[in-house]
Structures are given as structure tokens and as C-alpha cells.
Antibody, heavy 127, light 107 residues
């Protein structure tokens, strides 16, 4: 059974830092890209970041670029989201999600949906 | 970025009804479109991927169709557990984007 368990959510002041963790089980972790997606109160879902299975390919949403860092430890089946310079608008529930889908034969492009999600970690940025 | 627009933003229906939700993309995403259901306080759940493929374990009353820029999610014979918020997501290119959500409420 696939399980994703996030931790590290907390109340933090604007300008502060926080690190979220997501421990995965039930699948061969290194073979899959992992994502962070958030949902702010009263808003919709927002894709935040992705890291490939090897960790060699990373993308960020423009809203977090330069402030958030995604990483993974394949020996611990864990993906991380290090968040710096937090803003009030970063307040949200943060979900890690496993990526599934297809890649072009030459790996020039991949098309991913999120087939498993964690329960979420609440991040509140407030003074 | 590819903008995703869902309609309606909310819909009221009764148990047993059929409901259709539309998702439009600002440019073609081919068939790289997924649908998710989210109940209050829980994680999103994948329903449909690649526009029309039903995720394992999802009831067959859920179906998806479309390609290019226009997609639909249809729920036949609504059940009490279907009242939730639904999101579409384009998987064509980064940044992945979601529709704003459609809240399905009990009439």
C-alpha cells in the first residue's frame, strides 16, 4: 500500500523558515518524481515544486522560486521542502504527491498526474 | 503559463442526478488532463487521468472526455459521498496548473 506522510508544518513568523518532510512507502521511491502542491484557505490547488527520481531535475512555481528548495534522500525514501523568507501568502496546507504518467521515448517531455497524496502539513505564516 | 478555467464554480444537485463539469485550457494540452476530488479536510484524490482514463478503484459513474482545450468530467447517478470540490489539472507543461475548482453541493 502506498503511503505518504508529511511532517514539519508549524506556525512561523513572516521572514522565517521551515522544512517539510514527506516519508514514502509502498513503492520504489527512486523510480518516481515527487511533487509538492499546496492549498491556501479559500483558494484552489497550486503546484509548488517537482523533483525527479534521481534528483537531477527540479522545477519551481514562480511564486516560490528563490525561496523554497526541494530535495530528496532516496536512501530514506524522503522528499523535503525547505522554505525560507516565508510570507503570509505562503499560508496553506502543503501536500506531497507521487507523480505518475508518461514520458516521450527520448525523454524530452513527461506528462504527470498525481496518483497518491499525503494527508498534508499545515503551514501558517503570521505575526 | 497555461490557464485552466472550470465552470461552473459551484453546482447544486440531488442524489441520483447527473452532473457535468467543464474545464478549459488557454492553449492545447492534448489529452494531458487529470481530475481530482477533494473532500473537506482530506487530501485530493485522483479520479481521471489522460482526460478519460479512470483511476483504479474509482467508481465507473465518473467519466472524463475531451482533448485539446476543452474537457468534461461527468458524474452519473450522484451518491452522497460525491458532494465535494473537483479540480482539473493540466500535465502538458510546467508550471502545472489547476482549475479554480467546482464545488458540488447537495440541493
Amino acid at each position: 500500500e502506498v503511503q505518504l506522510v508529511e511532517s514539519g508544518g508549524n506556525l512561523v513568523q513572516p521572514g522565517g523558515s521551515l522544512r517539510l518532510s514527506c516519508v514514502a512507502s509502498g513503492f520504489t521511491f527512486v523510480n518516481y518524481p515527487m511533487y509538492w502542491v499546496r492549498r491556501a484557505p479559500g483558494k484552489g490547488l497550486e503546484w509548488v515544486s517537482v523533483i525527479s527520481g534521481s534528483g537531477g531535475t527540479i522545477f519551481y512555481a514562480e511564486s516560490v522560486k528563490g525561496r523554497f528548495t526541494i530535495s530528496r534522500d532516496n536512501s530514506r525514501n524522503t522528499v523535503y521542502l525547505q522554505m525560507y523568507s516565508l510570507k503570509v501568502e505562503d499560508t496553506a496546507k502543503y501536500y506531497c504527491a507521487k507523480g505518475e504518467g508518461w514520458c516521450e521515448s527520448d525523454s524530452s517531455a513527461c506528462y504527470r498526474h498525481f496518483d497518491y497524496w499525503g494527508q498534508g502539513a499545515q503551514v501558517t505564516v503570521s505575526s | 503559463d497555461i490557464q485552466m478555467t472550470q465552470s461552473p464554480s459551484s453546482v447544486s444537485a440531488s442524489v441520483g442526478d447527473r452532473v457535468t463539469i467543464t474545464c478549459r485550457a488557454s492553449q492545447s494540452v492534448s489529452s494531458w488532463l487529470a481530475w481530482y476530488q477533494q473532500q473537506p479536510g482530506t487530501a485530493p484524490r485522483l479520479l481521471i487521468y489522460a482526460a478519460s482514463s479512470l483511476q483504479n478503484g474509482v467508481p465507473s459513474r465518473f467519466s472524463g472526455s475531451g482533448s485539446g482545450t476543452e474537457f468534461t468530467l461527468t458524474i452519473n447517478s450522484l451518491q452522497p459521498e460525491d458532494f465535494a470540490t473537483y479540480f482539473c489539472q493540466q500535465a502538458k507543461s510546467y508550471p502545472y496548473t489547476f482549475g479554480q475548482g467546482t464545488k458540488l453541493e447537495l440541493k
